[in-house]
């Protein structure tokens, strides 16, 4: 059961530099996919229901903002986009699939910064965090095996960027931020890459100024974080560096296909 999750910048764009074919060839059973930026009615049919796939969309309600998408080998049992508060629903960010005892959640996680650069949208993110945070937990609660895939928009560790003493006061390495991820893993929730790999410069986000991709000066901001329950199916993690078609690249996560059974 491999699940991918790739942050598109926008999938019309993506779409024009090979995104079906990395679908055609990734393996996965599950992709989610993070800031769609464009409405099912506006992505060619070969994109919005391709073949072989079962595809659902939530869009936000501003255009070309946000929104996110899941992919399935498989049909899910149900999708919910909602948190309950409109705040949050508006922008199209969760999707919460059921795959049996499998809960695939695909989350665009808000960016701290402000129009103007500042960090004035940290406390809405946070209230994000937590709002998911606690959605999430009443179904570990409830016997589901959850998965959380998506931008997180937060370096956890120093060694999750190239420049974390230049970037301090920056929303995504925020202390209060990087904080938010550790009470999430304090509750029992795993990054499933950090489970077997430690290396530095392993990144999945390059601004795309000043070459900074091909020198790899990045961040390691989208993660998939597994229950234990999930942890207990869990075969590898790892990240696609090499493809290219936004400024983030696909992370993958697999685990045994009993994952899925009741």
Known sequence: MKIFSWNVNGLRACTKKGFLSWLDECQGHIVGLQEVRARLEQLPPAVGTPENWHA????????GYSGVAIYGKIQPNRVETSLGEERFDCEGRVQIARFGRLVVANVYFPNGSGRDRDNSRVPYKLDFYRALFDRLQKLRRGGMRVVVIGDFNTAHREIDLARPKANKDTSGFLA????????????????TFRQSNEDGENYTWWSQRFGTRARNVGWRIDYALASPSAMRFFKRAWIDSHVMGSDHCPIGVEFKQAIIKR
Do not use: I, P, Y
């Open 56 to 63: 659902h969309f939530s869009a936000a309600e501003r255009a």
């Open 176 to 191: 209060e931020e990087r904080e938010e991820l550790d009470r999430w893993l304090r509750a029992g929730w795993v990054d």
